[in-house]
T-cell receptor, first 114, second 112 residues
């Protein structure tokens, strides 16, 4: 039973490019959460999705960021026109039921914007 | 607003000693508190949780204490080992139950 899989593990983008981060939840999990971690800081909630629905996007920046969790395939966090300030580790977590209590985290994608 | 914070950014202990990591929170309405361990280059790993109607919960070598009066949470690690070296985060479940609110983290360093 594989855990939460995120890819790529490391991603380098030039300013202005697009970044796509993928998250495959644990088998059977239909709830996905994305968090961002800046250096030397804790994780900050971005968005909570259930299959084909966005449940809570209160932590998402208003521009350039979007997330989806289609019926088939992984969840995607998309960042358009990346800037240096987007450099961070992005973590995905998944859970079987609604709520973050039983969520399992992936190893993260480390985005570097040059 | 909701926030969870930690008292100390770093903690250095001798192998075999007990470690105590502290956390303050501000949202008295939170139902659950969780401690996570994050090793370098990895994602957070669940250690132990505690519900708001409890004062203490024990796991294997770890104990979490909750003091709702002063909104304080602590993680005690008994007989600390080099493998315990990591950053430890406390987190609370938000009001709607759908997200975790993390503190800044405490880096635990275990000296052999």
């Amino acid at each position: 039973n594989a855990g939460v899989m995120q890819n790529p593990r490391h991603l380098v983008r030039r300013r202005g490019q697009e970044a796509r981060l993928r998250c495959s939840p644990m088998k059977g999990h239909s709830h996905v959460y994305w968090y961002r971690q800046l250096p030397e800081e804790g994780l900050k909630f971005m968005v909570y999705l259930q299959k084909e629905n966005i449940i809570d996007e209160s932590g998402m920046p208003k521009e350039r960021f979007s997330a989806e969790f289609p019926k088939e395939g992984p969840s995607i966090l998309r960042i358009q026109q990346v800037v240096r300030g987007d450099s961070a580790a992005y973590f995905c977590a998944s859970s079987l039921e609604q709520g973050a209590l039983k969520a399992f985290f992936g190893q993260g994608t480390r985005l570097t914007v040059v | 607003g909701e926030s969870v914070g930690l008292h100390l950014p770093t903690l250095s202990v001798q192998e075999g000693d007990n470690s105590i990591i502290n956390c303050a929170y501000s949202n008295s309405a939170s139902d659950y508190f969780i401690w996570y361990k994050q090793e370098s280059g990895k994602g957070p790993q669940f250690i132990i949780d505690i519900r708001s109607n409890m004062d203490k919960r024990q796991g294997q070598r770890v104990t979490v204490l909750l003091n709702k009066t002063v909104k304080h949470l602590s993680l005690q690690i008994a007989a600390t080992q080099p493998g315990d070296s990591a950053v430890y985060f406390c987190a609370e479940i938000g009001n709607q139950g759908g997200k975790l609110i993390f503190g800044q983290g405490t880096e635990l360093s275990v000296k052999p």
